[in-house]
């Protein structure tokens, strides 16, 4: 999601200090099509054509080399050893967070029934005073 000030930083950059998408795209941490979208989102440039160092072939280059990297088994066990890593700590967490929320609920039950005992007790002792 673009911020005001993220827009006006947008367009300071490319309109008064000619910076080109390559450069803005570093700046902002987007990427070079999410920058000449936005331009052309904002009227800034009319096509993504117009976009200054825009380029939709290197893009394509890009993309074909990060699916190339991708492709291959090392990347492909490396990202099943990050995913089962991340899934045990998750679960980890959430079994820490569940054994946390179970301990409390009894808590909770153990205060309400000590509560209901100490109202039985007062009722008690209000009819015994009624009756003396």
């Known amino acids: 999601m673009w911020t005001i000030n993220e827009t006006l930083k947008l367009q300071r950059e490319y309109e008064l200090l000619g910076m080109n998408v390559d450069q803005i795209a570093s700046a902002h941490k987007r990427s070079v099509d999410a920058i000449a979208q936005r331009l052309k989102y904002e009227g800034f440039i009319e096509k ?7 380029k939709m072939n290197d893009i394509v280059l ?14 492909v066990e490396d990202l099943t050893e990050d995913v089962s890593d991340d899934i045990s700590t998750a679960v980890s967490t959430l079994s820490e967070r569940i054994n946390s929320l179970v301990a409390r609920v009894e808590k909770m039950e153990q205060t309400v029934l000590e509560t209901n005992a100490s109202i039985g007790l007062m009722l008690m002792s209000k009819k015994n005073l009624k009756a003396y």
């Open 48 to 54: 993504l054509s117009d976009a200054r160092g825009y």
């Open 62 to 75: 890009k993309c074909d080399d990060q699916v190339s990297d991708l492709s291959g088994p090392d990347y």
